[in-house]
């Protein structure tokens, strides 16, 4: 089992910034993170990936803001957030899906952007 805990969420003006970080229990077996988010009356939805290699994908909506990056020597990701626009508005969700096939969502951590 994976325990996930997530820090850095908060309330920031537009076109500013955050850093989220998700700081794991172990990485053994870890084989991808993710980021997701989910808005009020919407779907959870993808926002990054990040394998253990360090290779990444984003969402187009978030592509050239958000910067996903790793430090497996603290058993941590995380997302840096720029140019936040007010539709960045979520919840934020870390995920890990391990070797085994399983999947362990982290706490969720809010983030308002105002406009």
């Known amino acids: 089992q994976v325990q996930l805990v997530e820090f850095g969420g908060g309330l920031v003006q537009a076109r500013g910034s955050l850093s989220l970080s998700c700081e794991a229990s172990k990485t053994s077996g870890i084989i991808t993170t993710a980021w997701y988010r989910q808005a009020p009356g919407k779907h959870r939805e993808l926002v990054a990936v990040?394998?253990?290699?360090?290779?990444?994908n984003y969402a187009d909506s978030v592509k050239g803001r958000f910067t996903a990056s790793r430090d497996n020597a603290k058993n941590a990701v995380y997302l840096q957030m720029n140019s936040l626009k007010p539709e960045d508005t979520a919840v934020y969700y870390c995920?890990?899906?391990?070797?085994?096939?399983?999947?362990?969502w982290g706490q969720g951590t809010q983030v308002t952007v105002s406009s």
């Open positions: 995920y890990v899906m391990t070797n085994t096939s399983e999947g362990y």
């Open positions: 990040i394998t253990r290699g360090g290779s990444t």
